[in-house]
């Protein structure tokens, strides 16, 4: 039996996600970002609104996002992704508009556009990898890496009396009256991906039901960057990532939890 | 025709506005205009001025050194106008808070006591129209009717009510401007 | 029928913008332009036509929100002044590397720094010489008038989808703030949705209906793609010189010395000119109305004509390489200008004609 035989569609047991393209993707193996891409995506394909969907790609691991996923995709500077969405929800109101950042596009050099994009209570998703630290650009140190984390720039771990703290983004976000949905997610296991994907179920449903702004955190790894096996770093992630950004909603339906 | 004007005094004197009326005036017998304030800091309480031109030919430059006449309202703008009037050229005044009046020869000086006329008709606003008609009685570049067409498309429709009273300031103006007669030096 | 209005520059072009069509306005205040978002915003646009207003928290935001509305094809445009085009500026490039059509309007103050509020020409390097990073040009057209700030939208925009390439409006704090007469255009319709993805629904990210997905990306990873693209961008500038160049030529017949000026300058040096030839001097003025494409082929011819030409600027000499350039040092090229916001006068300009120029 050879490869061409175990791939037969009666043997098929999972499938590739419809709206994921043949494109092989470019982030490590183990790294969070192809589960979350994954999950997006099946959303957009089970709503039946991948031609009413318009993604923004930042800068960072995932600017190449476009190559992944099968549907219109404009590429931001970095950090500018909220002010692209805001433009697009904007001129087109009836459209499905989400961002996909990480955290140093979305919480340091995009601080700006990310609080006012959520203060105007913007018709969107924003989807924000955190995974404490600078991926793409060979493992500098983010606005969320944590206390003691030891980051290409932070090489004796971070001091927060020099380097300041971990920034809970995701908490600063819901306290602004325009932001209807805050949940905090990972998607290192089956269980947590299902949960995921219900929280990003719910943040698309928001803007079909035109409520404002929905944020949904993303609590990832990055084993390249961490210097970890895969496996590691998912146990690290829990046991030091979780204290300091704990999962689950924070607001829902405009409510804080 | 080209007539190059400068119109200078405190922010909130109507200085502005006067020259917008001026202009829209032109526009209404199709001539050419341009107004080109100064703006930014002044506008706040200091100084405004405004160079205003209406022509029968297409306006080169909006920005301009010498005037064919000054309409002063403050002494900062005496000093710093006087010398811009071309020889032949009009300066009109206000004398009220001027303490240094004008000396030049070359040119034609008059006043309009616009100031206490406006108080006497009970009514400040209406400074800048008197001023306005004293200019006009000297040089009649504009006809009353053009301008008054022009006050009806400067002013939004609920102060169109304050037209008369504008026309009867412009009235005032053309009554009230006299030339300066300049006092001879008495030598000691 | 067309209006005949008195308006401020900025306030004409924020007019014309209505109605033209624009879908949409982001920006954010700033002296000697705030007058174009504060008119936007006192009439409505929305009401009137769908147009989108929205005050950025920034220019930087503004400039990605075009971005934004840009990437979908919608008609899209901001204004500012130097300080705030230089936070554009990494925006712009973008625009220009992802092949996106925008209008970008700068009322220029003086610099550098946060400089004076005054009027200025001395962005002219920044608008023609790049600015932001990369290959690229931007289509500069500098308006001389209220009548071109309000006239030079549309046409802005119709370069901008001709080229799918951001185009600049450079004006100043002269022109955007004085009044004049000016012609209004009559309210063109707004594209619907389905004419908008009709017409540039081969490019545009409006959801992937009934075709493969688009993209707008200025990222090519691999050298030789992204070389490709570079040619792409500069085959269209070589096409904006060939079919779009725009230059006026004023009593240029005759003349032995020539003036070469742009926007506010042009107008003050008309003026000179028509002093000089009152004094019997054969003055002739050149005014490029497109600094990118410029009149390289204009000047040179002139300068088998002319004794000398003098470079006039509201800065400390930037246009005047370009017309050292264009006239291969044919004939002496001085520079004179006033900056700092100071103004130059008609008679400063003619007087700087003869000392520099006639000697």
Known sequence: ?257 | MTEEIIIAGFGGQGVLSMGKILAYSGIMQNQEVSWMPSYGPEMRGGTANVTVILSDERISSPYLKLFDTAIILNQQSMDKFENTVKPGGILIYDPNGISVHPVRKDIKIFQVEATKLAAEMGNKKIFNMIILGGFLKEKPIVKLENVIEGLKKSLSERYHFLIPLNEEAINKGMESITPYKMKEKVIE | ?359
């Open chain 3, 1 to 359: 029928m067309s209006e005949l209005k008195l308006m401020k520059g900025n306030e004409a072009l924020a007019e014309a913008a209505i109605r033209a069509g624009a879908d949409a306005y982001f920006g954010y205040p700033i002296t000697p332009q705030s007058e174009v978002i504060e008119y936007l915003m006192t009439e409505q646009p929305e009401k009137r036509t769908g147009m989108v207003v929205l005050q950025a928290e920034s220019e930087i935001a503004a400039i990605n929100m075009v971005y934004g509305a840009a990437s979908t094809g919608k008609k899209v445009l901001t204004s500012s002044s130097s300080p705030g085009i230089s936070l554009k500026l990494e925006g712009i490039s973008y625009l220009a590397g992802a092949e996106l059509p925008a209008v970008i309007v700068n009322v220029v103050r003086g610099g550098p720094g946060l400089g004076t509020i005054q009027p200025s020409q001395a962005d002219y390097f920044q608008s023609v010489k790049g600015g932001g990073h990369g290959d690229y040009k931007l289509y500069v057209l500098a308006p001389a008038s209220v009548q071109e700030m309000s006239d030079f939208v549309e046409d802005a925009f119709d370069i901008a989808f001709k080229y799918r390439a951001p185009v600049l409006i450079l004006s100043d704090g002269l022109i955007g703030q004085m009044m004049e007469k000016v012609q209004l255009k009559d309210q063109k319709p707004r594209l619907t949705d389905e004419q908008l993805i009709e017409k540039n629904g081969s490019w545009a990210v409006t959801g992937r209906k009934n075709r493969e997905r688009n993209i707008i990306t200025s990222l090519d990873l691999e050298s030789e793609k992204m070389e490709k693209r570079v040619h792409r961008l500069m085959k269209k500038y070589e096409q904006m010189e060939k079919e779009d160049l725009r230059y006026e030529k004023i009593l240029c017949d005759d003349a032995e010395y020539l003036i070469v000026a742009y926007g506010s300058s042009a107008r003050i040096s008309q003026k000179a000119v028509e002093l000089a030839r009152k004094k019997g001097i054969k003055a002739g003025l050149l005014r490029p109305i497109t600094l990118f494409p410029y009149p390289k082929q204009q000047l040179l011819e002139l300068a088998d004509q002319v004794k000398g030409i003098l470079s006039v600027e509201l800065n400390a000499g930037q246009m005047i390489e370009d017309v050292q350039l264009s006239v291969q040092f044919k004939v002496p090229v001085e520079h004179f200008g006033r900056t700092g916001g100071i103004i130059h006068t008609p008679e400063e300009v003619l007087e700087a004609l003869e000392q520099k120029i006639i000697k």
């Open chain 1, 1 to 257: 039996m050879d490869i061409a035989d175990i791939i037969k569609p009666q043997n098929q047991v999972f499938c590739k996600t419809k709206l994921m393209t043949d494109t092989a993707l470019s982030y490590c193996p183990g790294c969070g970002h192809g589960t979350a891409h994954n999950l997006t995506m099946e959303v957009v394909d089970e709503m039946g609104i991948s031609e009413e969907t318009i993604g923004v790609a930042p800068v960072g691991c995932s600017v190449l996002a476009y190559d992944f996923m099968n549907i219109d995709i404009t590429q931001a500077a970095h950090g500018r992704a909220p002010a692209v969405a805001t433009a697009i929800a904007r001129t087109w109101p009836e459209k499905y508009v989400f961002t996909y950042q990480g955290d140093g596009d979305l919480a340091a050099i995009g601080t700006a556009e990310t609080i006012h994009a959520c203060n105007r209570g913007e018709n969107i998703v924003i989807i924000f990898v955190n995974n404490g630290i600078y991926g793409m650009t060979g493992g500098q140190m983010a606005p969320t890496t944590l206390e003691g984390m030891v980051s290409s720039t932070s090489p004796y771990g971070r001091e927060i009396k020099s380097m300041g703290s971990p920034l809970k983004m995701t908490e600063l976000v819901a306290n602004l009256p325009g932001v209807y949905y805050v949940t905090r997610q990972s998607v290192h296991t089956h269980k947590h991906a299902r949960k995921a994907k219900k929280a990003i179920q719910k943040a698309f449903e928001n803007t079909r039901l035109k409520k404002g702004l929905s944020f949904v955190e993303i609590v990832s790894n990055c084993n390249s960057g961490w210097k970890m096996t895969p496996n590691e770093s998912n146990i690290w992630m829990e046991e030091h990532m979780f204290p300091y950004f704990p999962l689950g909603d924070i607001k829902v339906d405009g409510i804080l939890k």
